[in-house]
């Protein structure tokens, strides 16, 4: 039988609360973890969901919350500031027998990954399976809302740092949060366990939709600089990554290229879905 009960961690309004949502549009039973004082509990996605306070760094609180609400899988939507909270958490689901780990991926393939927050990524998977936690992982490339965001688009320009040309992965948050609630209700949990799902909405390139931008009423112009403005050092990060080919969802570290037949792969799994194309994402 698919799993029905969930614990998400992070559910704020990005991505987090909207799996919240996406898996109680399911029917599933969905109880949102809040640190002491977070305002996510504010958040109206999620609405439906109970909603418990404790200190992720708290085992035995985590634990008991999760044996509480009877909690098979544990899904965390956690920002990269708070990527090491996820430990704590992994040591609950252990210590609570949950069936299945769901770490903060959502972006650029990680497994193998050497440096930064790609190595943090990894070896953290490689740590929830070491305490006998299957794991579930899911790349998605790049939020298509983010583009503006990576762009300085709100500067009046669409700035790239390179030629952009190389093929990535854009999704769209919803359909991100729309798979992961599909995947994780639908499919038998033998084959969530240790998988990794590659999902694209779109395959295109920064350079592409730059066009897109210029194109529209009225124009945003593209404007190639050497640097960012206003300092945007993850973007820079980002872009510099991009120019790589390194945000396709088909990208494995250990060859260190791109493989093309692996971006968006994991799309079959939610069948009959018709996926967000980066011009209805952005309204372009």
Known sequence: MPYTSFAVAGAGPT????????????GASVVALARPGSTSTQNP???????????????????????????????????????SAQTPLADAAKEAGVGLFVPSEYGMPTEGGQDGHLALKSQFADYVKSLGVPVM?????????FIPWLTGVDLGKFHLMGKHT????FTALDDVAGFVAYVLTTLPPSSLHDATFRIQGERTSLAAIGALYEARNPPVPVAHVTELPGGFVKQTFLQNKFEEGRLSSGWDNFLDKDVPENAGSGNEAWEGHRWKTVKEALGL
Not at 137 to 145: D, L
């Open 15 to 26: 991505i987090g609360g909207r799996i919240v949502q996406a898996l109680i549009n399911r």
């Open 45 to 83: 996605l999620l609405e439906g969901a109970k909603i418990a306070t404790v200190d992720y760094v708290d085992v035995k609180a985590v634990a008991s919350i999760f044996r509480e609400h009877k909690v098979e899988v544990v899904v965390s939507a956690l920002a990269y500031g708070a990527l």
């Open 137 to 145: 992982r899911v790349y998605t490339g790049v939020f298509m809302e």
């Open 166 to 169: 190389a093929p990535s992965s």
